[in-house]
């Protein structure tokens, strides 16, 4: 099935070390999301990209960094892990209409520790 | 800006009991509206969705209609089972402007069920 997958999905890193959480999709949609989610709140948006077009929230700290080397393809890379930053992060993506209903596919999440 | 508001939780029921989540929302134009779902150590699963005004969106026993004169999307279930055990987010994303606009989210409201 068509799906986006997350991988992997749980993920421990050391503090200050450098990780990299990685999402594919097979539905060629255009639009991939990257999202923080901390115990049950709502996911918090922070950036995601239009084909190669890559947009930014404005308060997504600059330890936080995206590549998306091609359309079934994003990485969410951390700099420098702090304790703050473990989260559940959520990969999604969606097709604008005509050719999509708008609704956002999510992966199953990767679930970050920092030790 | 765009903002979902959702009912306070956590909301506890017994088996077979009716449910109603609450949402209200404030946004420019016409936005789509969505339900998602998350069970534990999951990513969110779109549960229904509706594009425009008296919409209804429906799924696995669960509906909501968009009332733009409420500016309302609340969840309904007739008879909810333990299974339905979750968290439930509304959210909304802009019809216009730029075409792959964001998702907002309301703060999720946790669903327990008790045989």
Redesign the interface.
């Given at each position: 099935d068509a799906m986006v997958i997350q991988n992997p999905r749980y993920q421990v890193t050391q503090f200050g070390k450098p990780v990299t959480l990685s999402c594919s999709q097979t539905l060629n949609h255009n639009v991939m999301y990257w999202y923080q989610q901390k115990s049950s709140q709502a996911p918090k948006l922070l950036f995601h990209y239009y084909d190669k077009d890559f947009n930014n929230e404005a308060d997504t700290p600059d330890n936080f960094q995206s590549r998306r080397p091609n359309t079934s393809f994003c990485f969410l890379d951390i700099r420098s892990p702090g304790l703050g930053d473990a989260a559940m992060y959520l990969c999604a993506t969606s097709s604008p209409p005509p050719t999509g209903g708008n609704e956002a596919f999510f992966g199953q999440g990767t679930r970050l520790t920092v030790v | 800006g765009n903002s979902v508001t959702q009912m306070e939780g956590p909301v506890t029921l017994s088996e077979e009991a009716f449910l109603t989540i609450n949402c209200t929302y404030t946004a420019t134009g016409y936005p789509?509206l969505?339900w998602?779902v998350q069970y534990p150590?999951?990513?969110?699963?779109?549960l229904l969705?509706a594009?425009k005004a008296d919409d209804k969106g429906s799924n696995k026993g669960f509906e909501a209609t968009y009332r733009k004169e409420t500016t309302s999307f609340h969840l309904e279930k007739g008879s909810v089972q333990v299974s339905d055990s979750a968290?439930y987010?509304c959210a909304l994303?802009d019809a216009g402007g730029t075409?792959?606009g964001?998702?907002t989210?309301?703060?999720?409201t946790?669903l327990t069920v008790h045989p």
């Amino acid at each position: 099935d068509a799906m986006v997958i997350q991988n992997p999905r749980y993920q421990v890193t050391q503090f200050g070390k450098p990780v990299t959480l990685s999402c594919s999709q097979t539905l060629n949609h255009n639009v991939m999301y990257w999202y923080q989610q901390k115990s049950s709140q709502a996911p918090k948006l922070l950036f995601h990209y239009y084909d190669k077009d890559f947009n930014n929230e404005a308060d997504t700290p600059d330890n936080f960094q995206s590549r998306r080397p091609n359309t079934s393809f994003c990485f969410l890379d951390i700099r420098s892990p702090g304790l703050g930053d473990a989260a559940m992060y959520l990969c999604a993506t969606s097709s604008p209409p005509p050719t999509g209903g708008n609704e956002a596919f999510f992966g199953q999440g990767t679930r970050l520790t920092v030790v | 800006g765009n903002s979902v508001t959702q009912m306070e939780g956590p909301v506890t029921l017994s088996e077979e009991a009716f449910l109603t989540i609450n949402c209200t929302y404030t946004a420019t134009g016409y936005p789509s509206l969505f339900w998602y779902v998350q069970y534990p150590g999951e990513g969110l699963q779109l549960l229904l969705k509706a594009t425009k005004a008296d919409d209804k969106g429906s799924n696995k026993g669960f509906e909501a209609t968009y009332r733009k004169e409420t500016t309302s999307f609340h969840l309904e279930k007739g008879s909810v089972q333990v299974s339905d055990s979750a968290v439930y987010f509304c959210a909304l994303k802009d019809a216009g402007g730029t075409s792959y606009g964001k998702l907002t989210f309301g703060q999720g409201t946790i669903l327990t069920v008790h045989p």
